[in-house]
């Protein structure tokens, strides 16, 4: 009898362990890092470019592969005024245009799809520098 109930605890707890485990295998979490723009970026403002990710790796269930590419001021995310959105986050880049902020070494951007991912701090100025 008490062997019985063992075995019929251990069979419990092994199915509820690899049901619990079944949702996060299906739905795995893919946060692809960006690569551009990076710490050594100077960005115009006016300007177009292409906001880089690395795709490598992409799980084939992904839960959300919506982008959203947000500018991050101070640590401030600007979350009302997406750089761009409505793209696929499996595109690996996406363009975007240089907004009229002040000049400042203190900008980021963070990629939203299935999870938020965050740049190195770049440079965003109004005039380009003169080489
Ligand atoms: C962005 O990258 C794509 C693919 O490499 C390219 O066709 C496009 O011209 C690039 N856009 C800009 C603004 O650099
Ligand atoms: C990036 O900018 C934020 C906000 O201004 C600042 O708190 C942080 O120290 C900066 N990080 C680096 C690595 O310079
Ligand atoms: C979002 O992108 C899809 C596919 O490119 C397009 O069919 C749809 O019209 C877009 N929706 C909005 C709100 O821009
Ligand atoms: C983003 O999501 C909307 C609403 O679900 C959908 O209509 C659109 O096609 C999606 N766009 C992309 C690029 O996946």
Do not use: C, K
């Not at 605890?9 to 509820?16: C, P, V």
């Not at 795995?28 to 790796?57: K, L, M």
């Not at 499996?90 to 299935?114: I, K, N, R, W």
């Amino acid at each position: 009898m008490n062997t019985l109930m063992n075995m019929f605890f251990f069979a419990l707890i092994t199915f509820t362990a690899f049901a619990a485990a079944l949702p996060v295998y299906l739905r795995d979490v893919f946060v692809p890092p960006i690569t551009s723009p990076d710490a050594g970026t100077i960005w115009v403002v006016g300007q177009t470019h292409n906001v880089t990710w690395d795709i490598n790796g992409a799980p084939s269930q992904i839960t959300n592969t919506n982008g959203t590419i947000v500018l991050v001021t101070n640590g401030r995310l600007d979350l009302e005024n997406p750089l761009a959105d409505n793209f696929s986050i499996l595109d690996g880049f996406h363009p975007v245009t240089v907004p009229d902020v002040p000049d400042s070494a203190d900008y980021a951007l963070v990629l939203f799809g299935d999870s938020g991912n965050i740049s190195p701090n770049f440079t965003i100025i109004h005039t380009a520098p003169s080489l």
